[in-house]
């Protein structure tokens, strides 16, 4: 089965430095995968997905993620964090035929500093 | 507006007492999924619907049900809710499955079980 390890439950930036969020899947065939956002008190938003058409993909609010095959990785980063960012972070992949099931990370927090 | 539904928003029951928690999307989607939101968990699949008349478990189904008679709802039913049943519940949607398809989620149900 598909696992998803995000490392660091919070990370904790000061407002214009780099957000670096880290997701790592356990399938050696490369899925379908996803970042998203969840504000307080909502659901999840797409940030988000890499389909293999480009290793480096482009998201909503500045944040990009590149796809690495060899080290089974999706990183998500934003050069520079602004206080709106603070929002609980999900990585996700696609398992089973056809992809029909969505398997979530554990989530990370990311907190903005002043 | 094109939205995914769920009510009750907020739900204190007591063990036993069978429950629905109802989902509605207006967006003509083909595939509906259930997810409950535990912390340091992530969010993990209860069961999802590829279309009308057709469902299939998820990574932790035990304790639930879901129908699926209608193209735009797919209600949760929990026959015999217990305490670990307690949990942040989502709804969401996509024309097709979640391989290229992003998921539009609900704002969520809060269940308390006591």
């Known amino acids: 089965a598909q696992s998803v390890t995000q490392l660091g439950s919070h990370v904790s930036v000061s407002e214009g430095a780099l957000v670096l969020l880290r997701c790592n899947y356990s399938s050696s065939v490369p899925p379908y995968l996803f970042w998203y956002v969840q504000y307080p008190n909502q659901g999840l938003q797409l940030l988000l997905k890499?389909?293999?058409?480009?290793?480096l993909v482009k998201g909503i609010n500045g944040f990009e993620a590149e796809f690495k095959k060899s080290e089974t990785s999706f990183h998500l980063t934003k050069p520079s964090a602004h206080m709106s960012d603070a929002a609980e972070y999900f990585c996700?992949?696609?398992?089973?035929?056809?992809?029909?099931?969505?398997?979530f990370g554990q989530g990370t927090r990311l907190t903005i500093n002043p | 507006e094109a939205q995914v539904t769920q009510n009750p928003r907020y739900l204190i029951t007591v063990t036993g007492k069978k429950l629905t928690v109802t989902c509605s999307q207006n967006?003509?989607?083909?595939?509906m999924s259930w997810y409950r939101q535990d912390p340091g968990l992530g969010l993990r699949q209860i069961y999802y619907s590829m279309n009308v008349e057709v469902t299939d478990k998820g990574d932790v189904p035990e304790g639930y049900k879901v129908s699926r008679k209608e193209k735009r709802n797919f209600p949760l039913i929990l026959e015999s809710p217990s305490p670990n049943q307690t949990s942040l519940y989502f709804c969401?949607?996509?024309?097709?499955?979640?391989?290229?398809?992003?998921?539009?989620f609900g704002d969520g149900t809060r269940l308390s079980i006591l």
């Open positions: 967006m003509n989607h083909e595939y």
């Open positions: 996700a992949v696609t398992e089973g035929k056809g992809a029909q099931k969505l398997v």
């Open positions: 969401a949607s996509s024309f097709r499955t979640p391989s290229n398809q992003p998921q539009h």
């Open positions: 890499y389909t293999s058409a480009a290793t």
